[in-house]
């Protein structure tokens, strides 16, 4: 089945001005890697190219057409050029307060495609900046990729749309617990998490925030008895839900983090290599921090590297146990956001040995 790329135009392949036109070439920007990720779905997708535009009040007197396609047909060329052509393009000229069904975020210009039983539309993207291109993509019933003007963010959607999307899900069901964790490594660092445990859970929002992974952590554990099965199950069940996420492992920077807090230093570093190793040089006064016995640390971060196949590096020093321990915890999520990090340019694997 074929898929489809629907890319927006302005403020995703080209800077979008403050008056919201570009009806002067002084106005034209191209957007920081838009071209180059252009050429590389072109070259190594079989994606369908569409793009989907719209462009308030064209060929009114509020936008002459005149000022709108020189600009248009120069960025057609410039992308020509450079071996990039659209399957289609499509442009609604309506105003927003005229509700036309044709202007996104509705779907009129392309109920041909949706309607379509030879295109995978769940398979498909929509490309772009606002929330009426995620609102589109919804109507659609495809995926959404958010370009927001910068390199990063379209090296962010290439790699999703090339390597995919980067998700877990797992169910642990036990006679002490039944936890449910999901993970997106490509996410955005939303993060609903209930564990019945409060500080727990806020070191484990460190993990989603600073590593910008969307996770969704649920847990009814044996409180009634203790905290130890709630966190060292969900440690379990986090590990192997991470490690599905990253599949095959081709194209990421595989290790990765040091950071200070307050009068804290704390040092997390990871590899994926596959093998299973914790070094845990962190030593806690306090019984309890919050409802979390200080014990299970250890316990927490030895039952994730295994569970995740990963080699943790774990060091902190400092006086405050509230702010060692969160160090700990932010420092992992930044280390996982730089490892994880996938460079679709060179889709290998980080190895030597042909195999992680």
Known sequence: MKRILFIDRDGTIIHEPADEQIDSFEKLKFVPHAISSLVFLRQHTDYELVMVSNQDGLGTAAFPEDTFWPVHNFILDTLHGEGVDFDEILIDP???????????????????????????????????????????????????????????????????????????????????????????????GRCDIQTGLGFFDHMLEQIGKHGMIDLNIRCQGDLHVDEHHTIEDTALA?????????????????????????????????????????????????????????????????????????NLNIRAEGQNEHHKIEGIFKALGRALKMAVRRDVFHYELPSTKGTL
């Not at 900046?129 to 370009?147: S, V």
């Not at 570093?269 to 006064?285: E, N, Q, S, Y």
Request: hydrophobic share 30%.
């Open 238 to 310: 986090l590990g192997e839900c991470l490690s599905k996420a990253l599949g095959s492992k081709r194209g990421i920077e595989r290790y990765g983090y040091t950071l200070p807090m307050d009068d804290c230093l704390c040092s997390v570093c990871l590899d994926f290599g596959g093998r299973p190793w914790l070094v845990w040089d962190a030593t806690f006064h306090r019984e309890k921090i919050g409802e979390m016995p200080t014990e299970m640390f250890l316990h927490f971060f030895k039952s994730l590297s295994d569970a995740a196949k990963m």
């Open 94 to 188: 309506h105003f927003p307060e005229d509700n036309a069904p044709t202007r996104k975020p509705n779907t009129g210009l392309v109920k041909k495609y949706i309607d379509n039983p030879d295109y995978d539309i769940q398979g498909s993207y929509v490309i772009g900046d606002r929330d009426t291109d995620r609102q589109f993509a919804e109507n659609i019933g495809c995926r959404f990729l958010q370009i927001t003007g910068t390199a990063d963010s379209w090296d962010r959607a290439v790699a999703i749309a090339y390597g995919g999307q980067r998700t877990g899900e797992v169910q642990r069901t036990t006679k002490e617990t039944d936890i449910y964790v999901k993970i997106d490594l490509d996410g955005n």
